[in-house]
C-alpha cells in the first residue's frame, strides 16, 4: 500500500526543486558563469592571433600537438569542472533540505569551493572517458556517464576521499542503474533539443564564428542546460537514497529476511 502511494521520481524531484527553486538557480548559474568563461578563455586562446571569423578545422590542423593536447585538456577542465561544481551545490541544497537542516546560498557557495579539487580530478576521471565514448558514438558516452551519477551524491552523504566516494558512487550506482541510465539519456536527449534550437533559431543571426561571440554561443546552451542539470542531480541524490535503502535491505532467503 505505501509502495502504491509513494509519490513518482519525477514529482518528488519537482516538488524539491520547488522547496528551494531560488537557492537551486543562484547556485547552479554562478558555476555556470565560471563554465562560460573558462570555455571563452579556452576557445580563445587557442586562436591567437587571429581576427574576425575563422574556420575551426582549419585553426586544428594548424595547430602543433602539444597545443592540440593542451587544448583538449584545457577544455575537458573547463567544460566539466563547472558542472561538477553545479551538481555539488545542488546535491548539497537536496541532501540538507531532505535532512531539514538549514541552507543559505553562502553555506552552498562554500561547500562547492571545498569541492574544487575533487571536482578538477573527477573532471578528468570522468569527463576523459566519457569524452571518448562519445567520440566513438553517442550511445557509450552516455552509459559511461551513468555509471558515475551518483558519484557526487555520494560525496556529499558520505564523508570519503575522493577516490573512495568514486568507488562507492559506482558500486551504488549499480543497484539502481536501470533507472541511472533511463535519466542520463533523457537529460542527453534535451541537451541535444537545446542544441538543435540553438542551431536552428539563434545561428541564423550569428553567421560567422567570431571570438567575441563564444561566450554568447555558450550561454544559449549552458544556460538552458543549467535547468535540467539541476533536475537531474535531485534526482540523482533521490536515487542516492533509494540505492542506500536496496542496500540495507535484506537479501531474499537471507537469515534476516522476512519468511513467506
Not at 538543435?196 to 539563434?202: A, D, E, P, Q, T
Request: with cysteine.
Amino acid at each position: 500500500m505505501n509502495a502504491a502511494a509513494r509519490p513518482s521520481l519525477l514529482s518528488r524531484t519537482a516538488q524539491l526543486f520547488a522547496a528551494q527553486a531560488r537557492l537551486y538557480c543562484l547556485s547552479a548559474l554562478l558555476a555556470g558563469a565560471l563554465g562560460i568563461i573558462a570555455l571563452t578563455l579556452v576557445s580563445t586562446l587557442v586562436y591567437i592571433g587571429g581576427s574576425g571569423s575563422f574556420d575551426a578545422r582549419e585553426v586544428w590542423k594548424s595547430m602543433a600537438f602539444s597545443r592540440q593536447l593542451t587544448f583538449v585538456f584545457g577544455l575537458l577542465f573547463a567544460l566539466w569542472s563547472p558542472i561538477l561544481l553545479a551538481a555539488r551545490g545542488v546535491c548539497r541544497i537536496t541532501a540538507n533540505h531532505l535532512a531539514r537542516q538549514p541552507l543559505s546560498l553562502s553555506y552552498v557557495l562554500s561547500d562547492m569551493a571545498r569541492f574544487i579539487p575533487a571536482a578538477l580530478i573527477y573532471a578528468l576521471v570522468i569527463g576523459f572517458p566519457m569524452m571518448i565514448g562519445m567520440s566513438i558514438l553517442f550511445v557509450p558516452g552516455i552509459v559511461v556517464a551513468a555509471v558515475f551519477v551518483l558519484v557526487v551524491p555520494t560525496s556529499v552523504n558520505e564523508s570519503l576521499g575522493i577516490f573512495a566516494a568514486l568507488r562507492r558512487g559506482v558500486s551504488l550506482g549499480m543497484r539502481v542503474f536501470g533507472r541511472e541510465i533511463a535519466l542520463t539519456f533523457a537529460c542527453a536527449a534535451l541537451i541535444v533539443v537545446l542544441i538543435v534550437l540553438r542551431i536552428s533559431l539563434f545561428d541564423r543571426f550569428l553567421p560567422s564564428t567570431y571570438r567575441s561571440l563564444f561566450a554568447i554561443r555558450f550561454a544559449l546552451t549552458y544556460i538552458p542546460a543549467l535547468l535540467v542539470l539541476i533536475l537531474a542531480n535531485i534526482s540523482f541524490t533521490l536515487l542516492y537514497h533509494e540505492a542506500r535503502a536496496l542496500e540495507a535491505s535484506p537479501a531474499p532467503g537471507s537469515p534476516s529476511a522476512p519468511q513467506a
